[in-house]
């Protein structure tokens, strides 16, 4: 059973936006009327939420972060404190470019570092696990673990965040569980059993 939802009397929640049940929305939170919020979310301080957003069940986003329109977030995405998105790929001042916002989709359950910067036009595969201070200017697989900047893909990660390591051709193991992942055409897979509880 879901909590209640809960509003901060601090935060400004404008007419019309979507909030799903047992989500949580902190100090100085701003989310726009066209924003939709699923259920079980939390917003922490000062987050900002564009009218043009989706966010799935379960996502957390921490302290300081904007997630401006065009930005998508899947089922339990973790965004991690002052990590930024954007959402205009060459910005001026002086130019107006609203009709030429890149859509970012951040699939189910990966994690955004703290400080990483996510440009925009990118897909985040599911479970990727992009490394603290990242730039991410391209498409992530599903389970990579990116670090650096420009961000590169420096092994795998499973679904609970333990990097993987190498076990037969083609396939990964989790260190902490034993679980498998195998190779596929747009990263890894777990082995047909694995869930996010045991793995």
């Known amino acids: 059973m879901n909590k209640p939802t809960f509003i901060h009397e601090t935060a400004i929640v404008d007419t019309g936006a979507q909030i799903g049940e047992g989500s ?3 100090h100085w939170v701003h989310v726009c009327g066209g924003a939709k919020i699923g259920s079980n979310c939390v917003l922490g301080q000062n987050v900002f939420v564009g009218n043009k957003v989706v966010l799935g069940n379960g996502v ?5 972060v904007s997630v401006y329109d065009e930005v998508y977030l899947e089922d339990d995405v973790f965004c991690g404190p002052s990590m930024v998105f954007t959402n205009v790929y060459n910005p001026r001042a002086a130019i107006e470019r609203k009709n030429e916002y890149r859509k970012t989709l951040v ?3 990966a994690t955004l570092g703290a400080n990483c910067t996510i440009v925009c ?3 985040i595969g599911s479970f990727a696990f992009i490394g603290a201070g990242a730039v991410v200017i391209r498409d992530v697989p599903d389970f990579a673990l990116i670090v650096g900047n420009p961000g ?3 092994g795998w990660m499973g679904m609970r965040g333990v990097k993987l390591e190498k076990d037969k051709p083609g396939l990964f193991k989790c260190p902490e569980s034993g679980a498998i992942y195998r190779e596929v055409a747009n990263g890894l897979e777990p ?5 996010i509880g045991v793995c």
């Not at 957390?60 to 300081?64: A, F, L, S, T, V």
């Not at 082995?191 to 869930?195: C, F, I, L, N, P």
């Open 60 to 64: 957390k986003i921490q302290n300081n």
């Open 121 to 123: 036009g990118v897909t």
């Open 24 to 26: 949580r929305v902190w």
């Open 107 to 109: 699939k189910k359950g």
């Open 152 to 154: 590169r893909q420096v």
């Open 191 to 195: 082995v047909e059993g694995v869930s």
